[in-house]
């Protein structure tokens, strides 16, 4: 019972799920444009699909064992694809003049990643449960959604320890580097 409600919760804090429902909340909340929001939602949803075609044809080349990208050098790799594609995403968006807060959040995002792929050394930082509070702190100011994600972020960094994907320490990092992250948002926009 305690190992399936762990992969539950670490399945719906995936951040291909979180990040599009925290953005689309917090445009709502932001009485964004109808336009506006549905780039803001399609670029999170660009980001999934296209990370996924990538885990795919690594798998399918059979360069990697997994699409979860357990292994070190796997990791690693997914980790420089999403600096980049995040990066360039943010580039993309900032040049068809789309709003700073989109451009912004995708920038941190790659950020996240790259302090990650740094501390990879030291620690196998918990993408998840970085990515699972910044989506706490991106749907704000949607006070009910941003209170649930948090619940769930908890949840999530619970999930990654008891299914031995993370420690404590690696949680914890993931935690620090997402509310970081999710504090520069809303003092840079």
């Known amino acids: 019972m305690r190992l399936h409600a762990a992969r539950t919760l670490s399945i719906l804090g995936h951040p291909a ?4 429902l925290a953005v689309a909340a917090s445009a709502s ?3 964004a444009s109808a336009a506006q ?3 803001a939602v399609l670029a999170c949803v660009v980001v999934a ?3 996924l075609a990538f885990s795919v044809y690594k798998v399918r080349r059979r360069q990697w064992a997994h699409v979860d990208a357990s292994q070190v050098a796997e990791r690693k790799q997914l980790n420089v694809f999403l600096v980049a594609l995040l990066w360039g995403l943010a580039a993309a968006l900032h040049w068809l003049g789309q709003p700073g807060a989109l451009v912004v959040g995708l920038g941190l995002s790659g950020v996240i990643v790259l302090l990650a792929l740094a501390a990879r050394g030291w620690l196998k930082t918990s993408l998840h449960a970085a990515f699972a509070v910044y989506a706490a702190g991106v749907a704000w100011p949607a006070l009910a959604v941003s ?6 972020a908890i949840g999530v960094a619970w999930s990654r320890v008891v299914l031995q994907r993370h420690t404590q320490a690696e949680v914890a990092l993931g935690a620090v580097l997402g ?4 504090g520069a948002l ?3 926009v």
């Open 29 to 31: 909340a932001r009485a």
């Open 179 to 182: 509310a970081g992250a999710a």
């Open 37 to 39: 929001t549905r780039n």
């Open 186 to 188: 809303h003092w840079l």
């Open 17 to 20: 799920l979180l990040m599009p």
């Open 49 to 51: 699909v296209v990370t």
């Open 147 to 152: 209170v649930v994600m948090a619940v769930l």
